[in-house]
T-cell receptor, first 114, second 112 residues
Framework: KAGVTQTPRYLIKTRGQQVTLSCSPI?????VSWYQQTPGQGLQFLFE???????NKGNFPGRFSGRQFSNSRSEMNVSTLELGDSALYLC?????????????FGEGSWLTVV | KNQVEQSPQSLIILEGKNCTLQ??????????LRWYKQDTGRGPVSLTI?????NTKSNGRYTATLDADTKQSSLHITASQLSDSASYIC???????????FGAGTRLAVHP
């Protein structure tokens, strides 16, 4: 069974640009969540999607957005990139909404903003 | 304030030795507590997940304990191996909102 797949794995963007990251969950998993990981702040929850609807949102500015498609695949978008957005962005999937389930993480997308 | 604090921040042990990592939380209401292992440059991998009523849960050489009264958890690693070198992250799910709150992690280095 394939794991959580994230693309691209590495990317470099310039300040002010926007970026879209993609996540394919484990087959049969309907919940997808996104996290930002930086050396200074650690792992922080961005948002969670289930059945194409955002069910939960962390404390991030509106420049961070996401969506989920009918096949459970998800994308997140960051607009007007800032240097501080440089981070590892992790996607995770679970069979149902997060609460009691094991969450499976992908390998992440490394974003560098210059 | 909902927080998860882990100690120590980093730890070095010799191969074959045991170690214990600590996690204290102030998250309320509590739903569950998870331990994850994250190798450098990789995504976190689940070790255990415990609910309010569970005191101990094992996964191979990893044993997690939970004291919901004192809001403390520990992860004990037995007979450490070089492959145990990683960051160990404690995560608490806030009940109701199903929001995950992460600790900063403990970076473990196992030396031969």
């Amino acid at each position: 069974k394939a794991g959580v797949t994230q693309t691209p794995r590495y990317l470099i963007k310039t300040r002010g640009q926007q970026v879209t990251l993609s996540c394919s969950p484990i087959s049969g998993h309907r919940s997808v969540s996104w996290y930002q990981q930086t050396p200074g702040q650690g792992l922080q929850f961005l948002f969670e999607y289930f059945s194409e609807t955002q069910r939960n949102k962390g404390n991030f500015p509106g420049r961070f957005s996401g969506r989920q498609f009918s096949n459970s695949r998800s994308e997140m978008n960051v607009s007007t990139l800032e240097l501080g957005d440089s981070a590892l962005y992790l996607c995770a999937s679970s069979p149902d909404l997060t609460s009691g389930n094991t969450i499976y993480f992908g390998e992440g997308s490394w974003l560098t903003v210059v | 304030k909902n927080q998860v604090e882990q100690s120590p921040q980093s730890l070095i042990i010799l191969e074959g030795k045991n170690c214990t990592l600590q996690c204290n939380y102030t998250v309320s209401p509590f739903s569950n507590l998870r331990w994850y292992k994250q190798d450098t440059g990789r995504g976190p991998v689940s070790l255990t997940i415990m609910t309010f009523s569970e005191n101990t849960k094992s996964n191979g050489r990893y044993t997690a304990t939970l004291d919901a009264d004192t809001k403390q958890s520990s992860l004990h690693i037995t007979a450490s191996q070089l492959s145990d070198s990683a960051s160990y992250i404690c995560v608490v799910t806030k009940g109701g909102y199903n929001k995950l709150i992460f600790g900063a992690g403990t970076r473990l280095a196992v030396h031969p």
